[in-house]
């Protein structure tokens, strides 16, 4: 059964950092298109950036855009998301989901709050 | 700023058959918005059922099905039982971009 488990998660201060990873298992990761989705509070679901098995094609949500990162390790089975300059609006779940338009499986996700 | 628009919320009977639609601000959605649908109990993660548009995952139950449907993918509920009550989202790809819908909570009642 393929696996996604988030980590990283926890309080930060706003405009602090957060790294979060995607360790992906019972699938070959370097085949697919991976992407991270977030959900605040009470909200819907908000796609925020997707990277390419080859990491060669990388896009991000105009809300996340030059303050967060998204990279991959296919050697590690490994997703990451590198967020930087937080605010208290990316106050979220942070999901990772595989594929690439056609996203079919979801990690349990891992909370990331910003308050001070 | 790009907006896909879902129906905030529709109530159908257990039986009956109930239809989701999911619109772009764009204009019209067609076949290469590759809309997928998902579904999401409270406290769950969400999961996937439908992709390009009309493809079920194996796992997608019978009674769910996707469509274009008057410039808006669609998911329609055949045979809706209470275990569907639930949020559904669109999600459309706007090539390179990808942007969910609002959602449309289902209530079985």
């Known amino acids: 059964e393929v696996q996604l488990v988030e980590s990283g998660g926890g309080l930060v201060k706003p405009g602090g950092s957060l790294r979060l990873s995607c360790a992906a298992s019972e699938f070959t990761f370097s085949n697919y298109f991976m992407n991270w989705v977030r959900q605040a509070p009470g909200k819907g679901l908000e796609w925020i950036s997707s990277?390419?098995?080859?990491?060669?094609?990388?896009e991000y949500a105009d809300s996340v855009k030059g303050r967060f990162t998204i990279s991959r390790d296919n050697a590690k089975n490994s997703l990451y998301l590198q967020m930087n300059s937080l605010r208290v609006e990316d106050t979220a779940v942070y999901y990772c989901?595989?594929?690439?338009?056609?996203?079919?499986?979801w990690g349990q996700g891992t909370l990331v709050t910003v308050s001070s | 700023q790009t907006v896909v628009t879902q129906e905030p919320s529709l109530t159908v009977s257990p039986g009956g058959t109930v239809t989701l639609t999911c619109a772009s601000s764009?204009?019209?959605?067609?076949?290469?918005?590759?809309p997928n649908w998902f579904q999401q109990k409270p406290g769950q993660v969400p999961r996937a059922l439908i992709y390009s548009t009309s493809n079920k995952h194996s796992w997608t139950p019978a009674r769910f099905s996707g469509s274009l449907l008057g410039g808006k993918a669609a998911l329609t509920l055949s045979g809706v039982q209470p275990e569907d009550e639930a949020e559904y989202y669109c999600?459309?790809?706007?090539?390179?971009?990808?942007?969910f819908g609002g959602g449309t909570k289902l209530t079985v009642l």
């Open positions: 999600l459309l790809y706007y090539g390179g971009a990808r942007v």
């Open positions: 990277i390419s098995s080859s990491s060669s094609y990388i």
């Open positions: 764009t204009g019209a959605v067609t076949s290469g918005y590759y």
């Open positions: 989901a595989r594929g690439g338009l056609d996203i079919d499986y």
